[in-house]
């Protein structure tokens, strides 16, 4: 359900790591919850983040929610296709859905995020 090759934060992001860098993007967890997606506001580049803290928020038919960084970095690149298509986000969260890439400050900070199979239990626990 949720690719090993990501870890988990517990505000429903994800990180897939490579070297220090990481795309970052919501949990199919989060869009289901959240329903049809109909805009996002894309951070800007070059900005810095805080693990935990709101980096931007989505919009749905539902409500808006905020999207809170697994890490902390900089913003190198923000996936563009959201501007037109936000609805990518909930076809394919994991995939063409990703939101922005940072330049991690501490990739250590990972150590602190939960693999799939934690996340999974993690979103079954909070459902009950």
Known sequence: ???DDRKYHKEH???KISGNRALVGITDHAQGSLGDIVFIELPEVDS???VGVEVTEIESTKTTASVISPLSGTIIRINELLDDSPEIINEAPYDNGWIFELELLD???AEDMMDSSDYSRF???EED
Do not use: I, N, Y
């Open 1 to 3: 359900m949720h690719p």
């Open 13 to 15: 992001t994800w990180a």
């Open 107 to 109: 990739a250590g900070e």
């Open 123 to 125: 979103v079954e626990e």
């Open 48 to 50: 810095s983040v805080e």
